[in-house]
């Protein structure tokens, strides 16, 4: 199965909006400079006596939009490809581009990441039993190990030419050394 059925477009819409939205989040950062602190550990002579806070040295700063551009661009990247990928309904894509996503929106970025792995387990489990839930999955499980059970119980046919003993391979097995009197 390449394609995503109806549950998963339906969570994969949800977990695209999540880089976009943090982007979103981002853009007055982007747009203007912010003010903001910088803190350190208090060290002496390296510190005014005005910036002095407990056990820090707590200095402000100015973060101008270039701190903002890298992480917002990647945000907009990874949450366009990933909803262009739900969107089109592919599977590949959106696994790993979810993925990618969590990585890049941090914290939050373990429900994408989770949403990932989920595609790829439930493609595992359709590519090796052909049904994506744990209870058929299950069940297909129990008849195939029924069935092998089955097959080592019973007897060989006699005529069965695929039945041959098993011979020495010429080419891998070294020849025994004659035994010394």
């Known amino acids: 199965m390449r394609t995503l059925d109806v549950l998963e477009r339906k969570w994969g819409f949800g977990i695209a909006a999540i880089p976009l939205v943090i982007a979103l989040v981002l853009l007055p950062r982007v747009l203007h400079n912010t003010p903001g602190t ?43 490809v990933l909803l262009l990928g739900v969107w089109r309904s592919m599977r590949v894509l959106v696994a790993v581009a979810s993925i990618f996503a969590g990585l890049a929106t941090g914290f939050v970025g373990l429900v994408p990441i989770f949403y990932g792995a989920w595609l790829l387990l439930r493609s595992w489990r359709l590519q090796r039993y052909g049904v994506t839930d744990g209870a058929s999955v299950r069940k297909v499980v129990a008849e195939r190990s029924k069935e092998k059970r089955e097959a080592k119980k019973a007897p060989a046919p006699a005529g069965d030419p695929g039945a041959r003993p098993v011979t020495q391979s010429k080419r891998y097995t070294p020849k025994a050394k004659p035994r010394k009197r």
């Open 38 to 80: 910088a803190s350190t550990k208090f060290v002496l002579h390296h510190c005014l006596p005005a910036h002095h806070v407990g056990a820090l040295c707590v200095v402000p700063v100015i973060f101008t939009p270039a701190h903002y551009a890298l992480e917002f661009g990647l945000l907009v990247f990874m949450g366009a």
